[in-house]
């Protein structure tokens, strides 16, 4: 059992549902922030605040730790360096806000209400808030799929798609011919990985690929 596991199933912290196979995911892009005394973190989502606890024990009392959430009652899990904002992740004006609050987080993941038009705005505008070496991690993307998400299979508009189409965009630096509508994205990825109902963007600035050759021999 990882130590995140550990916290989840036997420490006490408040109500936190999470599918099992998320916790192999958290670890493998998530641990190298633990106990860094400048970690920040983005939650989209804070429901009954256990991942708020959960991620307070797992990145340690340094971290300064938000959480985002439409429902007025969250304000309640606010203390110390755990911070809560209230607002929709629909609304651009008020992820705009949280830029110009916060400026930047290590790790932002995106947990709350899962439709189409809340995954894409959220991370279409606070993608930029990454820094350099962090994470930005959506979860229950399988809503994709799912008509009462706005969700369909292959359907325009959906997280899924634009996950997909970043994943061309990645490339970018060896396509000429849409290069300049791809914008910053592929200079500033690292890696897109995808996982049953996850996808993670890995933030870091690429310098130009440079083939590189080494051996010995004719
Ligand atoms: C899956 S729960 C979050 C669970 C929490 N991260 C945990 O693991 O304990 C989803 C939360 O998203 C919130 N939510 C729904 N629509 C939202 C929106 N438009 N903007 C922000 N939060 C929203 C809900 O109020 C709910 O608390």
Do not use: A, I, L
């Given at each position: 059992m990882s130590e995140l596991q550990d916290i989840f199933y036997n420490r006490p912290h408040k109500v936190c549902q999470k599918w099992e196979h998320y916790f192999r995911v958290y670890e493998r892009f998530l641990a190298r922030f633990r106990n860094r005394d400048d970690f920040r973190m983005l939650e989209i989502g804070?429901?009954?605040g256990g991942s708020l606890d959960m991620w307070r024990q797992y990145f340690g009392p340094a971290a300064l730790i938000v959480g985002v959430d439409i429902d007025p009652r969250c304000k309640g899990y606010e203390g110390g360096r755990t911070l809560v904002r209230i607002g929709s992740q629909e609304d651009r004006g008020f992820l705009r806000s949280l830029l110009a609050e916060f400026q930047t987080f290590d790790v932002i993941i995106d947990d709350g209400g899962h439709t189409m038009a809340q995954q894409v705005a959220t991370f279409e505008e606070l993608y930029g808030m990454v820094r350099p070496g962090g994470i930005f991690l959506t979860e229950d993307v399988h809503t994709s799929y799912h008509e009462p998400f706005?969700?369909?299979?292959?359907?325009?508009?959906?997280f899924m798609e634009l996950a997909k189409q970043k994943l061309d965009e990645l490339n970018g630096f060896h396509i000429d011919l849409h290069r300049d509508r791809f914008g910053p994205f592929f200079r500033n990825t690292f890696g897109i990985s995808f996982f049953d109902s996850m996808v993670v963007f890995e933030k870091e600035v690429v310098p130009s690929p440079r083939g590189v050759q080494a051996g010995q021999g004719a």
């Open positions: 804070v429901s009954q706005g969700g369909g299979y292959r359907r325009d508009g959906t």
